[in-house]
């Protein structure tokens, strides 16, 4: 009889290695700080003092908290329509450009007095930021998936053509303009088109709990649907998806358009929430810093929320830390990036750990899935 050997069983992965996949994020942020609090020491102040101005300034009261909130609303948007792109393999970075095609569209619904009630006005004014973020992201959309031209190039590029666009759209003799303003800046809105103060003697308004909502349900569309099971089938390997009978055109395109459908909600948000009107230059590296947002939470649309509360606690914080230090207001963005780039570091060096383990394995041995090599 012809005989079989039986698989050699070895070890699945360690506990400490799947624990130091679930925790890079949290590692490269303390490295992050470590190195942030170095730059400090080096400026003259005690990064330890420092460091509690800055929790201070983000969480020592409701209403600082409540500063924390207003500022992670557009992060939260924007940044889970990039790790929506970062699932499915495609670096979409023009959120900046959606949050302000985003807000146009709110500003020709909520400009004009129409006869509706508040909700029902507030509800149109933010499909209508959605619908117009949708139609400017189907054109990076269709190049990246029709004509092969890289996301990334016509997304930034797309970005600028939407600055200069709304710049022009509230400049004088334009249509949304305000006459005689001493800034480009749009007409008012209505009342009825302005969302709701939470909190008296603060800024906060609904934004933010709409983003952590949107946070939630696109974790469990990616889980448990069949759309979320072809947008990371798409991301590990496009040539699978491709052959298993996924449409990969028709879904790198529905990737992009809804993440600008993210974009354009942050900016109608922003608009209707804080700003009331549209000005020139009002969200200016906010879609940028979703980006970082997203590549710190990598790509896990609830990580997002962590990392987007996080970046505004200490943008929030760093007022309050240059205030109280001396220490310049550009050192949180320093800290910022300092965070980012170790979380990518980490990420990079546990991957090609593992791709040495997976290289060293032997035949017979089980790999991380469970088979047998051959």
């Given at each position: ?7 050699k069983?070895v ?9 130091m ?13 470590i ?11 005690n ?6 101005a ?25 940044g ?8 499915a ?5 023009g959120?900046?450009g ?23 006005h507030?509800i ?7 619908v ?24 930034i590029?797309?970005?600028?053509v ?18 005689g ?9 209505q009342?009825?088109?302005?969302l709701?103060?939470?909190m ?6 609904p ?18 649907t069949?759309?979320?099971f ?6 590990i ?12 055109k ?34 200016t ?27 505004s ?7 309050t ?12 963005s ?22 040495k ?7 017979g ?7 047998a090599e051959?």
């Amino acid at each position: 009889m012809m005989a079989f050997n039986k698989p050699k069983l070895v070890r699945l992965p360690l506990i400490g290695d799947i624990a130091m996949s679930g925790t890079r994020t949290i590692l490269g942020i303390a490295l992050g700080l470590i190195a942030g609090g170095i730059l400090i020491a080096i400026s003259g102040v005690n990064p330890f003092e420092a460091y509690w101005a800055m929790l201070q300034g983000a969480f020592g009261s409701p209403q600082a908290f409540s500063n924390v909130l207003v500022r992670s609303s557009p992060l939260l948007l924007g940044g889970v329509g990039v790790a929506l792109g970062i699932k499915a393999g495609v670096w979409n970075i023009g959120i900046e450009g959606f949050m302000y095609l985003g807000s146009v569209g709110a500003a020709v619904v909520a400009i004009p007095a129409l006869p509706l009630p508040p909700i029902l006005h507030i509800i149109l004014v933010l499909i209508a930021g959605m619908v117009f973020g949708a139609v400017w992201g189907m054109i990076p959309g269709y190049l990246r998936a029709y004509r092969g031209v890289n996301e990334v190039t016509a997304t930034i590029m797309l970005n600028y053509v939407a600055i200069f666009l709304i710049s022009w759209l509230v400049s004088p003799p334009q249509i949304l303009a305000q006459p005689g303003a001493f800034y480009p800046m749009s007409k008012p809105f209505q009342a009825s088109a302005q969302l709701p103060i939470l909190m008296r003697g603060t800024s906060l308004h609904p934004g933010a709990f709409i983003g952590i909502a949107v946070c939630v349900l696109f974790y469990l569309v990616l889980q448990y649907t069949p759309f979320g099971f072809r947008t990371r089938m798409l991301g590990i390997n496009p040539n699978a998806a491709r052959y298993s009978g996924v449409n990969t055109k028709q879904q790198i395109l529905l990737i992009i358009v809804m993440g600008a459908v993210l974009g354009g909600l942050a900016g109608a948000i922003e608009v209707t929430g804080l700003k009331h009107r549209v000005y020139m230059d009002f969200v200016t590296g906010v879609g940028y810093e979703s980006v970082a947002v997203a590549l710190v939470a990598g790509g896990n649309p609830l990580g997002v929320i962590a990392a987007a509360l996080f970046f505004s606690a200490l943008k929030a914080g760093g007022a309050t830390m240059s205030i109280q230090t001396g220490i310049g207001a550009p050192m949180t963005s320093v800290i910022i990036a300092l965070c980012v780039l170790f979380v990518i570091g980490v990420g990079v060096s546990e991957r090609r750990r593992l791709e040495k383990v997976d290289d060293d394995k032997k035949p017979g041995d089980i790999n991380a899935a469970g088979i047998a090599e051959e």
